[in-house]
């Protein structure tokens, strides 16, 4: 799918450094100095990344990469449908406000319906308002009604442990 000169694309395997830049991107925009080392992100993407089953689609503008989603989709759903769950939208600094978000969605959206996916569901932090502000322009519901859970850190571990004790 292309408009406005950008391309979208599946990523495959041969997009190790591609993976790795828009990755590196990723982390800098988030965490700034705090973020990993390229080197560690494209052991990373190698490692976990390529081989994890995670579809990614890439964003290109003039065979430059300026975008990346990663989604999958997900049984049960209503309607003996699937649910295509977007784990990321991400556009590097250079290529906002240029619509490549919405291109990007739009084609995540298509590959929904042709995939017989009864909706598309995704998070955003309450404090990026301007995700917040983007998603809300395309006409996207806030899902009220769902509450978000996680276990990270020993929480995750604790759990984990109990789970390792009955499988054994």
């Not at 408009?3 to 599946?10: E, G, K, L, V």
């Not at 800098?28 to 976990?48: F, M, N, Q, S, T």
């Not at 996207?140 to 929480?155: C, H, N, Q």
Request: hydrophobic share 45%.
């Amino acid at each position: 799918m292309s408009r406005a000169r950008i391309t979208i694309r599946p990523a495959n395997g041969d997009d190790h450094e591609c993976l790795t830049a828009l990755f590196h991107a990723i982390e800098v925009h988030y965490w700034g100095d705090a973020a990993p080392a390229r080197a560690a992100i494209a052991e990373h993407v190698a490692r976990d990344v390529l081989p994890s089953g995670c579809e990614m689609l890439i964003a290109e503008r003039e065979g430059i990469a300026v975008g990346l989603i990663t989604f999958t989709v997900l049984y049960p759903a209503p309607n003996l449908g699937g649910q295509l769950m977007m784990k990321d939208l991400f556009v590097v600094d250079a290529a906002r406000g240029d619509g490549v978000g919405r291109i990007m969605l739009e084609h995540l959206a298509w590959i929904a319906v042709k995939r017989g996916c009864v909706r598309l569901d995704w998070t955003a932090e309450t404090d990026n308002p301007r995700a917040l502000a983007f998603y809300d322009r395309l006409g996207a519901k806030r899902v009220t009604e769902k509450v978000y859970f996680r276990l990270d850190g020993d929480s995750l571990s604790e759990m984990a442990a109990g789970g390792a004790t009955k499988s054994a």
